[in-house]
């Protein structure tokens, strides 16, 4: 009678163990997905940084475009005043 709780007992056990390693899979495989989620996005976010870098660096400062605008404005007027 002993010996049969003892079984018991050890069939419990192992069948415990094996519920113990199942969810540890499971959490390694979810870990992994995260791990491999994060890199994508890691690497998603490296692109759009030097994109926008590319875009800050090709654009015309505001205030050199205004100074080019006031510049042929200038031009304009006094081609205007010389032609009267």
């Not at 994508?40 to 926008?52: F, G, I, M, N, P």
Request: contains cysteine; negative net charge.
């Amino acid at each position: 009678m002993i010996e049969q709780g003892h079984e018991g007992v050890a069939v419990e056990l192992e069948r415990l163990r094996r519920s113990v390693d199942v969810g540890f899979a499971t959490t390694r495989g979810d870990l992994a997905l995260l791990l491999q989620r994060a890199d994508q996005t890691d690497k998603t976010l490296s692109e759009h940084e030097d994109r926008l870098d590319a875009l800050e660096r090709s654009r015309w400062p505001l205030p050199s475009l205004a100074a080019l605008t006031s510049c042929a404005a200038l031009a304009v007027a006094v081609w205007e005043s010389a032609a009267r």
